[in-house]
Structure formats: C-alpha cells, structure tokens
C-alpha cells in the first residue's frame, strides 16, 4: 500500500516516465510495471491521454501515480483532478511550484543547475529532478551539485537506464532515478507487456546493490 510520495519513491528507488499515447493501454501498462516490482509512475502531460491515463492507474491501491512534463499550472490542476499524487515538471516554473504548494500537492521541479538548486530550496523544497542527467555530466555532476546542497535530494532523469543507475542509487543524495528505458513507446504502441515487465525486472535488480 502507498503511504507517503517521497518514502514510496525512494523505497521504489526508480521512477518510469511514461508516455502513452493511447490511455486505453494504462490498466495494462500499470500492472506489467506493478508485476515488475515497481510502486510509483510519472505519466507525462506530452500526450493527450495523460489525465485520463493517470485517472485510470490511480484506481490502483497498489501504485503511486504523479504527473510529469507538468508546464502550466492549468496541468497541475489537470493532474490533481485526475488523482495525480504528485507532480513533476522539466525546469523550475515558480508558477508551477506555487500552484502544487497551494493545493498540497508534493512537487518534484526539474533543476541542472546551482541556481536552480537554490530557487527550489528558496521555494521550500529539498527534492529535485536532475534533468538531463547523463547530458549535465551525470553522476559527478549530481555529486559536485550535492556536496554544497547537504540537504538536497536527487532524482536524476535522462539516459539513465539497467547499465547505469546503480552508479546513480550508490550516491546517498540521491533519492530514486527515472527514465523510459523500460517503458519505450514502441512497447507502449505495440502492447508489449511481458516485454516491459521483463525490462523493470531487471532495473529493479540492478538497483539493489549486489550481496
Ligand atoms: C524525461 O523527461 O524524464 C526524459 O524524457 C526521460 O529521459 P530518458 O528518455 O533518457 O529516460
């Protein structure tokens, strides 16, 4: 069962960003991630099917529904409505913040830069999304960025995937990865299930440290 967003995301210790085309594919597309070992999903705003996709998975008890590219605080209304617990935008939107705070939703904001570190911690918040991660420099650059910012946590995003989130989850600053390696949209569009259970399985092993 879910309790809290950001215990479930760092005890999941990997977050798929989904984006689905056909919101019809959702109850399918949640159970292969859920038979994969998988608690938590991000479904992104970048297709039309995003509310009605987060409305269908929300039903499960057994998994945590966010939103993701949330760019507008129209979206974030959207996803709240949907029954989204939790929100997560590409960059740092003051107006996308404001309006996640205003409505008790916990957000996670893009940041890949100090600055943008500060603005989220001057925003009150302690847990980013490090966007995109292996593009910024990757995992010495999520630890350059953590040893100022004691407090911060990370979900680095972008070219993570099996072969390199372990050197990601070994950081103590970060808190989970996300990325689509697992759910790629051609398994989306071709129903695949088996397929993308088959692949979180396997980040879901690769995210436990050997022993
Ligand atoms: C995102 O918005 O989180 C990225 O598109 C995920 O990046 P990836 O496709 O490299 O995993």
Redesign the pocket.
Known sequence: QIVGVTETIAATRILP?V?LEDAASAPALAAALTEGGLRAI?V?FRTAAAAEAIRLMAERPDLLVGA??VLTPAQVDQAADAGARFV?S?GFSPAVVRHCQQRGLPVFPGAATATEIQMALDAGLETV?F??A?QLGGVGMVKALAAPFRSVRFIP?????TGNLGDYLALPAVLAV????MVAPALLAEGRWDEVTRLTTAAVRASRPAG
């Open positions: 960003v984006v991000e992104t993701g590219t997560v590409p999304k966007f995109p292996e995003t972008g070219g993570v995937n996300g990325g689509t390696w």
